[in-house]
């Protein structure tokens, strides 16, 4: 969990908003492992405890949002821009990307439904999220075009930031374990960022193909800590432009 450094004193949680509850992403059947995929974590208990994330944690992702995804989805003319953060942890990677679309949507002048769904394996990390309350980063946290992004989509004060209404009605959390196989929904993004160097190469290879079986054709993945072994067969291909960065072939 990342706490983004937060000023003096704890910040208090404010009631949970009724919306918060529904959950309209129609990943199932969370956490039933069998024996086999049991195996291909590296080691469990290190994955459950490394939740570590903070707000506009990672450029690479931001970038790839506006200069490559948004510019393919425009350009796809689709209505739905869907994108899954997988191994979200607290929710923080998930609000920055859903800002970062919302302020390239803006800029766009086109008004496609924007979805994001965050999903991850520790229950109390998603609490968190859907609270979407969070201890107040220090100014050098990043930079000022995210504070001012930041500044426009949630509320700021001296110890905490609350996510605005807008962000909360867009981003949506679930207890998943990408594991499995998410049924039915289809992604245009999805970004696997700090998880999947906790699985060997099999496990990679197997999370790959459910990642893949729902990703929007002509859509992309961000894949850190993805090995070369855990690409084989993958049939993804480096977009180039972004590091970590993929496309189906
Ligand atoms: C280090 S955090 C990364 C958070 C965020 N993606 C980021 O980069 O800031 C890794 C998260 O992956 C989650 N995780 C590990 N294996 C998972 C799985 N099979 N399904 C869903 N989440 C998983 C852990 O619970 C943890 O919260």
Redesign the pocket.
Known sequence: M?LNNPGSGSPKRPPRPANDIAISCRATNPISINDDLGKV?LDENQ??A?????LF??DEIFNAITKVVMPGFFSATRSKFAMW??????G??VYSMAMIALTEIAKSKRSPLLEVFG????SS?IEEARSGFYGRPSRDAFTPNYWRILEKYAEIDSNSVTMGSKLRSICKFKL????NCPKKHFFFFI?????LQ??DSDGQQH?LRNLKAVLNPGGFLYL?GITTAGLEGSGLVKEGSIPNLYVCS
Do not use: L, Q
């Open positions: 990342a974590f994955a459950k490394t939740t570590a994330t903070r944690r990672n953060s997988t191994g979200c942890s607290s923080e990677e999903t991850d394996i520790n990390r998943f374990d990408m594991r970004v696997c960022n700090h998880v906790y699985y999370i850190e």
